[in-house]
């Protein structure tokens, strides 16, 4: 997966940006999900998962858990 050009959130630029999702899109309509920290470790979805889950942050369904 070295081919992928991987994408993170100009917030990560901020104050802790070691610990950061970095996003990427590959082959067959997939995407990818990784920590900076431990880049080795991915997950893989597709789009439309990926919009419910971007969709559910920016609405804040995950904030209790922060």
Avoid at 2 to 31: I, P, T
Wanted: net charge negative; with cysteine; hydrophobic share 35%.
């Amino acid at each position: 997966m070295s081919h992928l050009v991987w994408q993170k959130s100009s917030y990560s630029d901020a104050e802790g940006a070691d610990n950061c999702l970095e996003l990427a899109q590959g082959e067959r309509d997939l995407r990818y999900v990784r920590e900076s920290d431990d880049p080795s470790v991915i997950v893989t979805t597709s789009p439309p998962t990926l919009r419910a889950f971007l969709l559910g942050a920016k609405a804040g369904e995950f904030d209790h858990l922060t």
